[in-house]
């Protein structure tokens, strides 16, 4: 869509992001290893009700945090939080593979300058986590979180996306993204 919501959606995320406590902020890349750590607290706690999941301890989720720090933009990259207290998180990156396809699969001699070029023409995102404490599900706080990603992405020129890791059993998280058109 061109982000304009059904006027019904557009309210209740109003009145959803206007609660009182709640708040939506970017990751904090100057504190990237805390955030990191804050990050992978809430992964573990939020997931581990999920089929087939296995917590992350500190060394694999900073090994793949330091991988994926170059990847990640802080306006994709929330964490969200109820009187302080951090409550949920949602990661979103751009589809590099859109920039690697000028490459052939080769970086030198110009494969990398390819790649930077082709970069900012990157129009398409994915969303590879989020998730929410159990005690502060069904408050919306995922939804405002997908309208927030959605925000950052079209003001930098990403028009689609996925967020296809989904359970199929997750209706309440399928059932918002259908409410925004997906």
């Known amino acids: 869509t061109d982000g304009r919501l059904p006027d019904k959606m557009q309210r209740l995320i109003e009145r959803i992001i206007g609660r009182p406590g709640l708040r939506i902020r970017n990751f904090d890349m100057k504190h990237f290893e805390q955030e990191a750590s804050l990050v992978r607290s809430l992964y573990n706690d939020c997931w581990s009700e999920n089929w087939g999941f296995v917590p992350m301890d500190d060394d694999d989720f900073a090994y793949s945090a330091k991988d994926m720090k170059s990847m990640v933009d802080p306006a994709y990259l929330l964490v969200a939080e109820m009187d302080d207290k951090p409550i949920g998180f949602s ?92």
């Open 91 to 182: 990661l979103t990156i751009p589809d590099f593979n859109q920039a690697t396809q000028g490459m052939k699969g080769r970086m030198l001699p110009f494969g990398w300058l390819k790649f930077l070029l082709a970069k900012g023409r990157i129009n398409y995102a994915r969303t590879i986590l989020m998730g929410v404490l159990p005690e502060y599900r069904k408050l919306g706080v995922d939804m405002a979180m997908v309208y927030r990603t959605m925000q950052a992405a079209f003001a930098n020129g990403i028009t689609s996306g996925e967020c296809s890791w989904i359970l199929e059993d997750n209706i309440p998280m399928n059932r918002i993204l259908e409410g925004y058109g997906a």
